[in-house]
T-cell receptor, first 116, second 109 residues
Framework: EPEVTQTPSHQVTQMGQEVILRCVPI?????FYWYRQILGQKVEFLVS????????KSEIFDDQFSVERPDGSNFTLKIRSTKLEDSAMYFC??????????????FGPGTRLLVL | RKEVEQDPGPFNVPEGATVAFNCTYS??????FFWYRQDCRKEPKLLMS???SGNEDGRFTAQLNRASQYISLLIRDSKLSDSATYLC??????????FGQGTTLQVKP
């Protein structure tokens, strides 16, 4: 069964450093998402991406965040200058069509980011 | 009203019990709904989709009450392996998923 993959599984970084989280969505999917989950809290939407551009972003997704689909298979999330409060599990998700049409989003296993 | 609200639990039940979780949502225009399951420190995995009044899959039944903006998940004959957090998820009009806090279920032998 096709699945979303993410690397690395864990990342430890110093405050102020840049990190890049990588995702390979399911191959025939067209919609891509990043979500995050701070320990003990609910899953929160960060950004959605369709047709090579951001379609929506949340208040969390400030100028320190960016996304890219550099080569038609990878989908990356970059945090330019990490803060302590960026420590969380970051999930990538993809879907064939938009979820408001009933389409399922499939989640990757996540990258656990720890900012020291 | 919060966008998606769930009773966080925990629900502690014996094996074989029937347990029900409730969820309320604020967007009356929502057309589709999902229950995801999340194991500790893992990704959310789709359990059931709910489009009309309800859906049944084996021991799991989801029901939708649009008038009350309420979704429920019923688990019959609970197994130890059902222990997890159950997430009520409602897509926004733009397709992003809005998650509830999750309801934790612990099934004990």
């Amino acid at each position: 069964e096709p699945e979303v993959t993410q690397t690395p599984s864990h990342q430890v970084t110093q405050m102020g450093q840049e990190v890049i989280l990588r995702c390979v969505p399911i191959s025939n999917h067209l919609y891509f998402y990043w979500y995050r989950q701070i320990l003990g809290q609910k899953v929160e939407f960060l950004v959605s991406f369709y047709n090579n551009e951001i379609s929506e972003k949340s208040e969390i997704f400030d100028d320190q965040f960016s996304v890219e689909r550099p080569d038609g298979s990878n989908f990356t999330l970059k945090i330019r200058s990490t803060k302590l409060e960026d420590s969380a599990m970051y999930f990538c998700a993809s879907s064939e069509a938009s979820a408001n049409l009933g389409e399922t989003q499939y989640f990757g296993p996540g990258t656990r980011l720890l900012v020291l | 009203r919060k966008e998606v609200e769930q009773d966080p639990g925990p629900f502690n039940v014996p094996e074989g019990a029937t347990v029900a979780f409730n969820c309320t949502y604020s967007n009356s225009a929502s057309q589709s709904f999902f229950w995801y399951r999340q194991d500790c420190r893992k990704e959310p995995k789709l359990l059931m989709s709910v489009y009309s009044s309800g859906n049944e899959d084996g021991r799991f039944t989801a029901q939708l009450n649009r008038a009350s903006q309420y979704i429920s998940l019923l688990i019959r004959d609970s197994k130890l392996s059902d222990s997890a957090t159950y997430l009520c998820v409602v897509p926004s009009n733009t397709g992003k998923l809005i998650f509830g806090q999750g309801t934790t279920l612990q099934v004990k032998p």
